[in-house]
């Protein structure tokens, strides 16, 4: 009797997960019944990656977490999770999108720690609440500084405000906002958190691509007409992206570890996803958030079944085959140069890129087979997919007025990536090995050094 009633009482007990949902909960009813939420584009692509994604990790979750004793705790976790992304979707308020995001940092660094016993989980956790105070201070201190200088916590009144605003306070705020969201979507020098927690279960690695890692994209096309009078915030955030794009890229090469090679991938996505918000390609880089979330969730939870003893094959396509992708992208962008994309031309072109690639890809694994045949519709389709996607997009989410960089310098730009897309071709392919000292210093990215780890 004695032994069932403190089961009993083990059962009922409110932990903090608890806390943390009814906060969460408690503050979305709040918005709404206040009339504090308004329906955007950038929110609702935002809500609808979140549900769909905390959905499937759930129900995938209740399987694999089986046996593990905290897994309530992680679906308590899960769903405030998924609250609080709603709850910055849909505010109208800017302290209330600015709480969502503070809280749904903290339920993240919760599941990181998911294995508490484990000092790699702990470690990371730590190092995750780090990025994430940081993202949360700087959040904060531009939302402070827009309302009191605007005189109303509203977003849409602030935005109104802004061309009254002096510059260096639109200056200010802007450097701000891309700072957190530098944080939340772990590009350098935040990239180590986003590596380290590959210490939690499979499900919270999927959970992060459901409107959090890519929550920094929401944030500043929500507050672009901000990023958009600060003309040195939006090169900065085009130079963070670029460098997350190379580092992340270089990464997945040296990365032998599935989930190690997407953590990588997840990085260098997410600078491409910045450097088109800095150009003011704000529909192909929301496209990009939910594109990217969906199937990045999709592959971490496939990845918990891939093991294999057979040897790491080439990564990369043999030559000719990336240069005459290379030549015929520039073609195309060369002739659509003067077009109305030219907001997007850059990342258009290393999407189409990337396209060619997987088609290429599929081509050479054809056989005679129907089966096989089949596989060159894939990248076809996912070429229909992306155009029918961004033209709804655009009737919905308009693009920023002025793009960052006027179309001739983006094609030069578009030149200099794909000549690094070449490079790095050869190198997956084995034409071209990369220097030790350089594999070893991507290989320990998100690494702990020996004195940030657990003194006992």
Not at 260 to 276: H, K
Request: with cysteine; net charge positive.
């Amino acid at each position: 009797m004695a032994q069932t009633a403190i089961s009993r009482t083990q059962t009922t007990s409110i932990t903090r997960a608890d806390v943390a949902l009814g906060i969460m909960g408690a503050l979305l009813a709040a918005a709404v019944v206040t009339g504090n939420v308004a329906l955007t584009t950038p929110g609702a692509a935002l809500a609808g990656l979140s549900l769909l994604v905390t959905l499937v990790v759930i129900a995938f979750a209740r399987r694999q977490l089986r046996a593990d004793p905290r897994r309530a705790t992680f679906t308590r976790l899960a769903t405030g999770l998924a609250l609080g992304t709603l709850l910055m979707a849909f505010a109208s308020d800017a302290l209330l999108l600015a709480a969502g995001w503070i809280v749904t940092g903290r339920m993240m660094a919760g599941l990181i720690g998911h294995v508490g016993g484990w000092d790699e989980a702990k470690d990371a956790a730590r190092r995750a609440t780090i990025a994430f105070t940081i993202s949360d201070l700087a959040l904060t201190g531009a939302v402070i500084t827009l309302a009191f200088i605007a005189g109303s916590t509203s977003i849409v009144a602030i935005t109104a405000a802004i061309p009254a605003m002096a510059a260096s306070i639109t200056l200010t705020a802007a450097l701000l906002f891309v700072l957190a969201a530098m944080a939340r979507c772990a590009t350098p020098p935040f990239s180590g958190w986003l590596v380290g927690s590959l210490a939690a279960p499979t499900p919270v690695s999927a959970l992060m691509h459901a409107g959090f890692v890519n929550a920094g994209g929401f944030l500043l096309v929500r507050f672009a007409p901000v990023l958009e009078a600060s003309p040195i915030a939006g090169y900065t955030l085009f130079a963070a992206g670029v460098i997350a794009a190379l580092v992340g890229s270089a990464i997945m090469l040296v990365r032998s570890d599935v989930k190690g090679a997407l953590a990588a991938s997840t990085v260098a996505q997410m600078g491409f996803m910045l450097l088109t918000i800095a150009l003011g390609a704000y529909v192909a880089a929301l496209w990009h958030m939910v594109a990217h979330g969906l199937f990045k969730a999709w592959l971490f939870l496939g990845s918990s079944g891939t093991i294999s003893t057979a040897p790491v094959g080439p990564r990369g396509l043999a030559r000719p085959m990336p240069a005459v992708i290379a030549l015929a992208v520039l073609i195309v962008m060369g002739l659509a140069l003067n077009a109305a994309i030219a907001p997007a031309l850059l990342p258009l072109g290393l999407a189409l890129a990337a396209l060619l690639g997987a088609l290429t890809v599929a081509a050479r694994n054809v056989g005679r087979s129907v089966d096989n045949i089949a596989l060159l519709a894939i990248p076809l389709l996912l070429i229909a997919l992306n155009a029918a996607a961004l033209t709804a997009l655009g009737t919905v989410q308009a693009n920023a007025a002025a793009p960052l960089l006027p179309p001739l310098a983006q094609f030069a730009l578009l030149s200099l990536f794909l000549g690094l897309w070449v490079a790095q071709q050869r190198v997956g392919a084995g034409e071209r090995p990369l220097h030790p000292a350089i594999i070893a210093r991507l290989l320990n990215v998100g690494t702990p050094t020996p004195s940030s780890g657990r003194k006992d």
